[in-house]
Structure formats: structure tokens, C-alpha cells
């Protein structure tokens, strides 16, 4: 990275947790380098549980909690909630207007989202292969959609423009989880702190953290270190 390159990144995910699982690292590693890292996540997390005794509200309460603390383990700055429901995000210019809002109000150097482009994602058959979750796919499109080219675009939602929130260009988008990445993080110095982070979403992990520790485990290459990858994109007008 340039002493001149960017220094404020909007993470923009589907539910509490997903940003530690996919860029955490990043997030400890460039935190340290000077930049400061923003959340939006689109969901209320109300889904992330298989016990039907824990009432929505608090679960709902519960993650964004988790959220806030993951966030702080790895010197993020702040973290917004849109609230829509959990399984059921869907494209809509409300959602589309939600995140340019953010883009604009933020002015990110560098936004983080979903690669969306696939169903299934990883190798087929029995070795490996997994859904890419409906909401994740959603998130990422709109993100895209959101840098790309509406919030640089004045007559689109002209009534931002008297918000105050005039056109931004995004300079680089990153995506996470993406079939053909072309751009590692090593995050070798901050693993720890990816595992605390992940730790927080205690909900998430009821039989305990430590089976995270397999997950962060398959991106450590011959040479013990371990890296976060990402398809990027920077835009040069
Ligand atoms: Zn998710």
C-alpha cells in the first residue's frame, strides 16, 4: 500500500459477523497503516439461531452487540445497522438509497462488500463446494450497484443532494469471497485478533470458538501465513 493511498473503507455486509469471517484481518492489519474502517450491515440477524426460545428482539440485540465488540477488537470505527429482515433481503431502490446514503454521507476510499456473481460457489461435488447465501448475493449487487453508478451520479435520488449528500466516486471496490481473487492481505501479524473478533458473535458459536481456528486454518499457505482475498476493482474515472 502507497503512504498516499487511500484511508477510509465502509464495510457493507448482509448480517453481523460476516466482515470477520471475510476481512478482518484486512481491517486489524490497515487499522494499524492509518485507516479507518466504517460498518453497514443490511440485516437485522434475527435468523442466526436454531433456538426458537430466544425472542427476536433480544437475538436482534444480541448481534448487534457482537457486532460493535468484533468491530472494536480490531479498531473499527463505527457501525450502522439498516434493519432489514435476515433471509429475506431483497433489491430494492429503498436498500439501493440506504447504502448510497452511506456511501455518500461516509465518502469511502475503498468500499468492502459480497462477490455475487454465483449460487454455488467452490469446487462441486463432495469436496468442498457451498451455497452463496441469498442475502449475501443481494448485498453484494447493491453494493456494486450503490458505487457503481449511483452514488456518483446526481440525478439519482436528487433528493440526497438537498441532504447535503452530493455525488462520491468510490476509488476501489474490494469483494470478498470471489471465485477469481486478485488481491491478498497478508494478515499473518493479526490473526489473533481475527479470531477474537470472530469470538464476539458468541451467539453464533454456542459449542465454543475454537472450531474457527480450522476455518482461518485453510487460507495458511506452505510458509505459515495467512492471508484475506479479495477480487478488486479501482476505478480510474
Ligand atoms: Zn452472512
Redesign the pocket.
Known sequence: MQETGPKRALIV??????SE?SCAGTVAQWSREGWEFHYLICTDGSKGTEDMSIPREELVATRRREQREAASVLGGKEVFFLNYEDGTLTYTPDLLKNIVTHIRRIQPDAVFT?WPDQILRGPRGDNGGFVN?P??RCAGTVTIDAVYPVARNRPSFPELLDEGLDQFKVKELYLFGASDPNFEVDITEVEELKFQALASHRSQFPEGPERLRGFTERSRDENGHLFEKFLRIEFRF
Open positions: 455486509t448482509a448480517h453481523p459477523d460476516d469471517f459480497h447465501h442475502d449475501h
